[in-house]
């Protein structure tokens, strides 16, 4: 998983956000993309599609856009969205998706190299803006990205509400005893029986300020380091979900897992964890040539919200399926665009 700290390193949740670059580094990944953003390769976006209810007049006839995301399943799937609608409102496209990391996506969109891609409010915010704390609003975050990222030559459209945050799940099955619904809900659990609040975490979560120690000071909790399991990313789900092991864990709330493995997300009720809430980012110079993209985009992000990532996520991650049949499924049952 990947995702990248600005100003400061920062673990960012997200299957393909990069995670906890240092200054030097960050510096270092930054110099390498202003010399190549890295997309030397790529394929045309074939499939027959036609309008539904986007896209109607084929307003992109024409065009020659290239789509591009990063290299985690939600965002791949994401990009696959983007370009299907663009295919299907009349646009010759350039599959440019997957690409490694988010500051080399970042910058395919800003030299034009790229003229679209779904991202993420809290990394732009943190990561390519350079501020060292998130907006606890998830709208003033996303106008705070849209104002300040003009002078970038970068367009933010619109928010969804899919927002893949950091959370702590806990099992159905384990919940039927404990009945908690927010992160209060587990401070009072640990004041009431510090034995029963045991938490599966990854290393670096068990040590930041913007992790596991900054939550447990943002809801007055002090669990005992017996009672804080440290383990991969990947374990985590099926520990909590599998074993009595953990009582919590640490997950994306935008993961398939989640409910493939029948987990309860508990309400970050105090708003302690950034808001990670996916938009179109465009290439300035490509919207303004084609300003007919955000009414295009503008239904379908509508559309997108935590629940409905968290499926999609689930058909690559847990099915096995292909992104690319996995976003057209869901374009073509959502009405949004037909076959041709």
Same mark, same amino acid.
């Given at each position: 998983?990947?995702?990248?700290?600005?100003?400061?390193?920062?673990?960012?949740?997200?299957?393909?956000?990069?995670?906890?670059?240092?200054?030097?580094?960050?510096?270092g990944?930054?110099?390498?993309?202003?010399?190549?953003?890295?997309l030397?390769?790529?394929? +045309?976006?074939?499939?027959?599609v036609?309008?539904?209810?986007?896209?109607?007049?084929?307003?992109? &006839?024409?065009?020659?856009?290239?789509?591009?995301?990063?290299?985690f *399943?939600?965002?791949?799937?994401?990009?696959?969205?983007?370009?299907?609608?663009?295919?299907?409102?009349?646009?010759?496209?350039?599959?440019?998706?997957?690409?490694?990391?988010?500051? *080399?996506t970042? &910058?395919? @969109?800003?030299?034009? /190299?790229?003229?679209?891609?779904?991202?993420?409010?809290g990394?732009?915010?943190?990561?390519?803006?350079?501020?060292?704390? +998130?907006?606890?609003?998830?709208?003033?975050?996303?106008?705070?990205?849209?104002?300040?990222?003009?002078?970038?030559?970068?367009?933010?459209?619109?928010?969804?509400?899919?927002?893949?945050?950091?959370?702590?799940?806990?099992?159905?099955?384990?919940?039927?005893?404990?009945?908690?619904?927010?992160?209060?809900?587990?401070?009072?659990?640990?004041?009431?029986?510090?034995?029963?609040?045991?938490?599966? @975490?990854e290393? &670096?979560?068990a040590?930041?300020?913007d992790?596991?120690?900054g939550?447990?000071?943002?809801?007055?909790?002090?669990? +005992?380091?017996?009672?804080?399991?440290?383990?991969?990313?990947?374990?985590?789900?099926?520990?909590? *979900?599998?074993?009595?092991?953990?009582?919590?864990?640490?997950?994306y709330?935008?993961?398939?897992?989640?409910?493939?493995?029948?987990?309860?997300?508990?309400?970050?009720?105090?708003r302690?964890?950034?808001?990670?809430?996916?938009?179109?980012?465009?290439?300035?110079?490509?919207?303004?040539?084609?300003?007919?993209?955000?009414?295009?985009?503008?239904?379908?992000?509508?559309r997108?919200t935590?629940? @409905?990532?968290? /499926?999609?996520?689930?058909?690559?991650?847990?099915?096995?399926?292909?992104?690319?049949?996995?976003?057209? &499924?869901?374009?073509?049952?959502?009405?949004?665009?037909?076959?041709?």
């Amino acid at each position: 998983m990947s995702g990248a700290a600005g100003g400061r390193a920062r673990t960012l949740p997200a299957g393909g956000r990069t995670r906890a670059l240092l200054a030097g580094g960050l510096a270092g990944v930054l110099a390498l993309a202003a010399g190549g953003c890295g997309l030397k390769s790529g394929s +045309p976006m074939v499939d027959e599609v036609t309008p539904g209810s986007v896209g109607r007049g084929r307003p992109l &006839e024409g065009a020659s856009l290239t789509v591009t995301s990063k290299n985690f *399943s939600e965002n791949i799937v994401l990009g696959q969205i983007v370009g299907l609608v663009f295919r299907a409102a009349g646009a010759e496209v350039l599959d440019r998706t997957n690409l490694a990391g988010s500051i *080399s996506t970042r &910058e395919a @969109v800003v030299k034009g /190299d790229a003229d679209a891609l779904y991202d993420y409010t809290g990394t732009a915010w943190i990561t390519y803006l350079g501020n060292a704390e +998130p907006i606890e609003d998830p709208t003033e975050q996303w106008k705070a990205v849209r104002d300040a990222d003009r002078a970038n030559g970068v367009v933010w459209l619109p928010q969804s509400t899919l927002n893949n945050t950091y959370a702590l799940a806990i099992s159905r099955e384990n919940n039927e005893k404990y009945r908690l619904r927010t992160l209060s809900d587990v401070a009072a659990l640990a004041k009431r029986d510090p034995a029963a609040v045991t938490v599966c @975490v990854e290393n &670096e979560f068990a040590s930041r300020d913007d992790g596991l120690p900054g939550m447990q000071k943002a809801y007055g909790m002090s669990l +005992p380091a017996s009672n804080i399991r440290k383990m991969d990313a990947g374990i985590i789900y099926t520990q909590v *979900s599998k074993s009595d092991s953990c009582l919590l864990g640490e997950v994306y709330t935008t993961d398939g897992r989640i409910k493939a493995m029948d987990l309860v997300v508990l309400e970050d009720d105090r708003r302690f964890f950034p808001n990670y809430n996916a938009a179109p980012e465009l290439n300035a110079k490509a919207f303004a040539e084609h300003p007919e993209i955000a009414d295009l985009l503008a239904p379908v992000t509508a559309r997108l919200t935590t629940a @409905v990532a968290q /499926d999609l996520n689930a058909r690559v991650d847990v099915e096995g399926r292909d992104p690319h049949e996995v976003a057209k &499924e869901w374009l073509l049952k959502e009405g949004f665009i037909k076959e041709g």
